[in-house]
């Protein structure tokens, strides 16, 4: 959107209040929690399982409140074991621990013995002076980290993949038209990851600070302007078991509907009716697959400012938009509309929204009015029941209409006085958790009124847990530039750690009128292997292929066709994501937890688990630096799919290598002995048909025995895991040193419609022999395969229920 006119105001000095030394004074347990008093207060701590465990602080005066807006988990009794020896009282689990040192009084955690981290002050009041001359008074947590941890979270940030050194505010707001730098966003987050492998939640929502040790005196604080002094430490042996426990903790998310993982057209934006239509046909008249239309402001107004609230169809401009809605529909196009939470008081539904009290008012109980970039406005009340009643029946009726998705913009919000007042409290109490309040109004109501529709939920900004309610998020306002490129690997990799797994950008970039047709090839290339692929700008530079010139539009075409082809791999990862909280990227050091060097490194990533994707994010870069991780051997994507015989596509893990790049593709490598299951190019996800794929198997001689996963439902059905409605197809592959055998077996949910399947094998084997002859076998019969050079095709008809077995026997 627009540019946010609003300044922060920096404080430029602090004092912290004089705390005495902390005295224990008692230890009890009781079926909530273990309770050590002391002489300032009382600390609560439960545990939710072996690999969680909570702590609050209650100072003297304060009563506990058991609210929490992230955490979805129940706490379990049993768990811990409470052990009370001299000087210290020990709460012991199978994995997280607490010791208790009563004098000097001092907390620590650790994890099947390993340190963790301890308490240094525990809780402190502390003040700061801003630049205005106004004093604000904070309350403080802080700890002790070791020398060389490195630091991720605090949610959306471009300030390095490792964030230690940085002192991060806690308030959600948009960073118009950034690039290689943004310290803050619309997306913070109240929680902290350690190279360590252990995360710290800080459960309040109120806004604050986050620092990572900016002092550089080994310390992380929590700074908040009120609320609960609760925090959760999580631990695991691994990354992918520490998101699953965070995940687990805080929510999974559902799965998004099939079309979402598709092409999107989007601009800021389509002015009329004709607009779109005409814009929708261009990509069928240029076969150019796309499965959703993106819809700005201008469907309710033909202006930016005065018009926002109406939510209504302008119908000067959208004569005819049922009409419209369901010719895009019957295009398997599905339509998104843009809303917003504010109302102005210029719009259609003001008078409305006033008599409704659904807005948020001031100290009198009146509206709440002030002026922002669109007008002078109110802003709905999210967290008051009779408010997200009247805010969802507008989406209800939409829904109604045939509108497909949900796009809540602008919801940080974007401005928010602190004078306001929610039912839930003031402004800055609640300011961080207003998308996640919205995003689940929505998600229920989708629940209540449609229940067996996925929704899909497109917001720039939440909270801890916001994944739950299905939000997809993006990355703001990013300029149209190298700089803004160069930024949103970290962005993406960084959230899907902090649980919100598909964080995306605007590919091509948003703000500005800079037109390099380069760096809009290079970022649809590097949105092939990132969640969502949504190019999206302002109208000055077409975000849609079908506007470019010939070459562009070409090569565009060439990088959303491998989105489509990989879309069985990309839904598995969904599928993942939703059982485990896996997150779809996944930075290096997932692989190598103990290689310092990848702890900050951010431009080579893991998508999924399979491909180690390289994007160009330098123009005219002639090549690209890539970290093969150690543990596997690499194959080139590109080459293994040649017909002339090469060496140069198989790499060795624990080596950087510059690869020279051409602007046909990124530099993308598929691990030895995995298997990727494709599709063939469809124009949309309605003719995508799981009955017939391709199945590649990428030989390593190495690798003696691996295993692939391919998820299969009907892409539309929510829970349809939960409800039994799926397929699970089940790859291994063995090799003895002269003869690879793949088997596949399939699992089925118990309400699952069986069918026959006609899958090619593809057998990649770029390492050696390349154009010597392979004999396969099918079941155990020789068949004819086709193909040459780096790869074999077998033709394999898997019968429901029955294991299928392909030999492929090497000279």
């Known amino acids: ?15 912290v209040s004089a705390q005495p030394a902390r005295a224990f004074r008692s230890f009890k347990k009781t079926d909530a929690a273990f309770i050590v ?18 702590t609050t602080f209650l100072p003297i005066g304060e009563t506990f409140n058991p609210e929490s807006h992230a955490v979805v988990l129940s706490a379990q009794k049993n768990i811990g074991k409470a052990s009370e020896n001299g000087n210290r009282i020990n709460l012991v689990s199978a994995g997280i621990s607490v010791s208790i040192q009563k004098s000097p009084f001092r907390i620590a955690y650790s994890y099947k013995g390993k340190s963790l981290l301890s308490e240094k002050n525990g809780y402190a009041k502390k003040s700061e002076t801003g630049s205005d001359g106004k004093t604000q008074q904070l309350e403080m947590l802080d700890f002790n980290l070791d020398q060389d941890e490195a630091l991720y979270g605090g949610g959306a940030r471009v300030l390095g993949m490792n964030r230690r050194g940085n002192r991060l505010q806690l308030y959600n707001r948009a960073s118009y038209g950034y690039g290689a730098r943004a310290e803050l966003m619309n997306f913070t987050m109240p929680l902290v990851f350690s190279s360590k492998i252990y995360a710290v939640h800080f459960d309040n929502a109120a ?10 005196n080994n310390t992380l604080a929590y700074e908040t302007i009120s609320g609960r002094k ?40 389509y002015r009329d009716q004709e607009m779109a239509e005409k814009t929708a046909q261009h990509f069928r008249d240029d076969n150019i697959p796309v499965d959703a239309m993106i819809f700005d402001l201008y469907w309710f107004g033909k202006t930016i400012k005065g018009t926002m609230g109406n ?25 998104i509309l843009i809303t917003e939470p504010f109302i102005l008081t210029s719009s259609k539904k003001w008078q409305e929204a006033v008599d409704k009290k659904v807005l948020a008012t001031d100290a009198s109980g009146k509206p709440f009015t002030y002026d922002f970039y669109f007008g002078h406005t109110g802003l709905i009340d999210v967290f008051k029941p009779e408010a997200r009643e009247w805010f969802w029946d507008i989406y209800k009726g939409l829904a109604k209409k045939g509108v497909a998705g949900v796009w809540g913009d602008l919801g940080e919000p974007e401005v928010f006085p602190s004078e306001a007042f929610t039912v839930k409290g003031k402004a800055d109490e609640v300011h961080n958790i207003y998308g996640h309040n919205w995003a689940k109004m929505v998600f229920e109501g989708y629940k209540k009124d449609f229940p067996g529709v996925r929704p899909f939920i497109l917001m720039r900004s939440g909270y801890s847990g916001s994944q739950r309610y299905g939000m997809i998020p993006w990355s703001g306002d990013v300029s149209r530039s190298w700089d803004g490129l160069s930024g949103q690997m970290e962005i993406a990799l960084e959230m899907g750690m902090q649980g919100m797994g598909y964080m995306h950008s605007d590919l091509g970039g948003f703000a500005g009128e800079y037109n390099d047709n380069d760096l809009y090839i290079r970022w649809l290339q590097y949105g092939v292997f990132q969640p969502i692929f949504r190019p999206h700008a302002q109208e000055l530079v077409a975000s849609e292929p079908v506007y470019k010139d010939l070459l562009t539009k070409a090569q565009a075409k060439q990088a959303i066709e491998m989105r489509y082809r990989l879309l069985p791999y990309n839904y598995t990862l969904s599928f993942e994501n939703h059982r485990k909280g896996t997150p779809l990227m996944r930075p290096l050091f997932f692989d190598e937890p103990g290689n310092q060097e990848l702890l900050k490194l951010s431009t080579n990533y ?9 994007p160009v994010i330098q123009r005219n870069a002639p090549s690209v630096k890539v970290y093969f991780p150690k543990g596997s051997n690499w194959i080139d994507l590109d080459d293994s799919f040649r017909t002339i015989e090469t060496q140069g596509g198989y790499f060795e893990g624990g080596q950087s290598i510059d690869i020279p790049v051409t602007m046909d593709h990124i530099p993308v490598f598929v691990r030895g002995g995995a298997f990727v299951p494709m599709s063939r190019v469809v124009q949309h996800t309605e003719a995508y048909d799981q009955d017939k794929l391709q199945l590649h198997y990428f030989f390593d001689p190495t690798v003696a025995s691996s295993d692939g996963l391919l998820y299969l439902d009907d892409g539309k059905t929510a829970d349809a895991f939960e409800k039994g409605q799926y397929e699970l197809m089940k790859f291994h ?54 193909g ?5 095709i077998v033709p394999v008809t898997i019968t429901a229920g029955q294991p299928a077995i392909v030999k492929f026997e090497m000279p």
């Open 230 to 269: 609760t925090y959760q430490v999580v631990a695991a042996d691994n990354w992918a078991t520490l998101i699953e426990s965070y995940t687990a903790l805080t929510g999974r998310q559902p799965m998004p509907p099939r079309w979402a993982l598709g092409n999107f057209s989007s601009r800021f934006g």
């Open 311 to 335: 939510l209504e169809f302008d119908r000067e401009v959208f004569p005819y938009p049922e009409n419209m809605i369901e010719h895009l529909n019957q295009s398997n196009i599905k339509t």
């Open 1 to 15: 959107m627009k540019k946010n006119l609003l300044l922060i105001s920096f404080f430029v000095s602090l004092a």
């Open 606 to 614: 893991l998508w999924g688990r399979d491909f180690l994707v390289a």
């Open 788 to 792: 040459s050079g780096n790869y074999r």
């Open 733 to 786: 592959a063995a090799y003895d040193g002269k003869t690879v055998t793949i088997t596949i077996t399939e699992e089925f949910g118990k309400t699952y419609n069986k069918t026959a399947k006609s899958y090619e094998v593809y057998f990649h084997n770029p390492s050696r022999n390349i154009n010597m002859p392979v004999q396969t076998f099918s079941n155990g019969q020789p068949v004819p395969d086709s």
């Open 37 to 54: 008093t002391v002489s300032d207060g009382e600390y609560r701590f439960r545990f939710y399982n072996t690999s969680v465990v909570e």
């Open 207 to 216: 806004i604050g600070y986050l620092d990572l040790d900016s002092q550089k």
